[in-house]
């Protein structure tokens, strides 16, 4: 099955930690994005990769970084930096230049204690 | 002010009732318009998307683009308990990258 698979489901980190989040699709997308959604707000963009070896920021990139070293793959490191990471994040991808049709993975959902 | 605006409910209603959700835009220049259902601690899922003004219809669904009010609406017709979801509403640009913004979703709960 196609899809896009998030992990873990749910991770624990204490404060003063980086901490990596997993994203791999297989629905051979060239653009992939990294969404935090939180409540009473809309999903906010971090990250988006419209192509292999290329990244941009979103609105709330600050602490957050990301690599895209292979096409299926878009890893979302979480540094010490961000100040409030405890949130459900999501990860997405679309065909080339279509983000308005994104298929979404299962979410991860990350809490600092 | 927010360019996307969604009442966050909760919503909640018979099963079988006609569902009615609604979102404003301030944006005129939002081009494209989507609709995602979001199932508890899982990940949207992409139920109606639309170009300009309109309607869109998808069995039971029906998407409905109103620009000179930017109004978007999503109808539910026969709701079932299986659509107890949050739904969110988005829209974009065109553009080489069309940003997309989300609503703040709403709650629907259909009673058996």
């Known amino acids: 099955d196609g899809g896009i698979t998030q992990s873990p489901k749910y991770l624990f980190r204490k404060e003063g930690q980086n901490v990596t989040l997993s994203c791999e699709q297989n629905l051979n997308h060239d653009a992939m994005y990294w969404y935090r959604q939180d409540p009473g707000q809309g999903l906010r963009l971090i990250y988006y990769?419209?192509?292999?070896?290329?990244?941009q920021k979103g609105d709330i990139a600050e602490g957050y970084s990301v690599s895209r070293e292979k096409k299926e793959s878009f890893p979302l490191t979480v540094t010490s930096a961000q100040k409030n990471p405890t949130a459900f994040y999501l990860c997405?991808?679309?065909?080339?230049?279509?983000?308005?049709?994104?298929?979404f993975g299962q979410g991860t959902r990350l809490t600092v204690v | 002010q927010k360019e996307v605006e969604q009442d966050p409910g909760p919503l909640s209603v018979p099963e079988g009732a006609i569902v009615s959700l609604n979102c404003t835009y301030s944006n005129s220049a939002f081009q494209y318009f989507m609709w995602y259902r979001q199932y508890s601690r899982k990940g949207p899922e992409l139920l109606m998307y639309?170009?300009?003004?309109g309607n869109k219809e998808d069995g039971r669904f029906t998407a409905q683009v109103d620009k000179s009010s930017k109004y978007i609406s999503l109808f539910i017709r026969d709701s079932q308990p299986s659509d107890s979801a949050t739904y969110l509403c988005?829209?974009?640009?065109?553009?080489?990258?069309?940003?997309?913004?989300f609503g703040t979703g709403t709650k629907l709960q259909v009673i058996p």
């Open positions: 997405a991808s679309s065909e080339q230049g279509t983000n308005t049709e994104a298929f």
């Open positions: 639309t170009y300009s003004s």
């Open positions: 988005a829209t974009a640009r065109p553009g080489g990258y069309q940003k997309v913004t």
């Open positions: 990769s419209q192509i292999v070896n290329d990244f």
